[in-house]
């Protein structure tokens, strides 16, 4: 490992100001989209937020579907904006059925937003995108995507499936910085916010960068922008670039496909059943019964994986097994498999690790990619 130096980090030159307009431009390539892209100077979650309050007001009707704290955060922003919200809860940690929102959709007049997750980074579920997709255009209504845990692990494909508005963070899949994210809109979005009162100034109003960065021929972001984070993003989307989307998509979905199968070799059931409805950056692994969720986590660091709880309800319930952005690779797969393997045998749980790792191996060695079998035994 590069050894890191802090104080490389003060007195970085200042970020050029036509090199905003041409992230965007290379984050749009990235998505393959045409829609509008835009950086919000913080941490996704806040750009989620600014999303919620951009769009609601009273008199606007959503559809907000809950699968993680992130989507019950969603809704109570869109409720604080005075949108009358209704939301499509689901089984713990479970994806969502999209009958069940397009049951929500039937009982409703007018809708005006159709909202969800599409990968959840907490539990490790797939919502269904493009089916949500579709019964947010059968009502007319936008469809808003939180896709910060979906970008480099699965297509998001805004242009052709309907999405209008996606926020996106770097510092998942893409292996950037936590401190800028970004916010595609699509014309629809844009019309059903310049239909609505602003309530800049605020650094939550995407109609006020609109107008002071968009409008204006994208000059350099308004305030002081974080020379430090745009730097980072950019280095972040040169490697991307490099490897090329398609690629690093593929070693995620390769690290799901791997860890998936060494959990049913071991013994473990994966907590989402369904392949198609798992997410490619972290697989959920059921805690079997007799374990102990948090016994079996502290197991687990003894042998140099981090394991990590569920979050919310499935706390407890679930250990995730995270293959995001750097660690999409067959060495962290494997010793995420090893080290959970091991816990459970200190904890008088029988499981085929050998079994596990030759599913590993296996999944690997199927592939032609560039690093497949680089760390397979
Ligand atoms: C990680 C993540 C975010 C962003 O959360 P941060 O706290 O900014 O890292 C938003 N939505 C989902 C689904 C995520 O997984």
């Not at 609109?210 to 021929?217: A, E, H, Q, V």
Request: with cysteine.
């Amino acid at each position: 490992m590069r050894t890191f130096d802090r104080h490389g980090l003060v007195d970085v030159p200042r970020y050029p100001d036509h090199g905003y307009a041409l992230l965007a431009d290379r984050i749009k390539g990235l998505l393959g989209t045409s829609a509008d892209v835009v950086f919000v100077q913080a941490e996704a979650v806040l750009a989620l937020e600014a999303v919620a309050a951009s769009i609601a007001r009273h008199g606007v009707v959503a559809v907000n579907v809950v699968t993680s704290a992130y989507g019950r955060w969603f809704g109570h922003w869109l409720r604080r904006g005075g949108a009358t919200v209704h939301d499509v809860a689901v089984a713990m940690g479970q994806p969502v059925d999209s009958s069940a929102v397009a049951s929500c959709l039937e009982m409703l007049e007018h809708v005006d937003i159709v909202a969800a997750v599409h990968a959840e980074s907490s539990n490790g579920a797939l919502n269904p995108l493009a089916e949500l997709a579709a019964l947010a255009k059968s009502r007319n209504a936008l469809f808003a995507v939180d896709a910060v845990a979906s970008i480099g692990g699965h297509v998001i494909d805004v242009d052709r499936i309907g999405i209008d508005i996606a926020v996106i963070g770097p510092q998942k899949a893409l292996a950037g910085p936590a401190g800028v994210s970004a916010v595609v809109l699509g014309q629809r979005a844009w019309d059903h916010i310049a239909a609505l009162p602003d309530f800049a100034p605020s650094s939550l109003s995407l109609a006020a960068l609109k107008r002071d960065w968009l409008d204006c021929g994208r000059p350099a972001l308004p305030g002081t922008p974080s020379a430090l984070e745009f730097w980072a993003l950019e280095a972040a989307i040169d490697r991307i670039e490099a490897e090329g989307m398609e690629r690093v998509i593929e070693r995620h979905q390769q690290a799901s496909r791997a860890t998936r199968s060494a959990l049913r070799a071991l013994g473990v059931s994966p907590w989402i059943a369904r392949d198609d409805a798992a997410s490619a950056l972290v697989t959920s692994a059921s805690v079997p019964r007799g374990v102990d969720g948090p016994d079996l986590i502290a197991q687990a660091s003894r042998y140099g994986a981090e394991l990590a709880p569920g979050i919310g309800d499935v706390a407890g319930h679930i250990v995730r097994l995270n293959h995001t952005g750097l660690n999409a690779n067959a060495a962290s797969v494997r010793s995420n498999v090893v080290a959970l393997g091991r816990a459970l045998e200190q904890l008088r749980f029988s499981v085929d690790l050998d079994a596990a790792l030759r599913a590993v191996a296996n999944a690997y060695e199927r592939s032609t990619g560039s690093n497949a079998g680089e760390s397979v035994r």
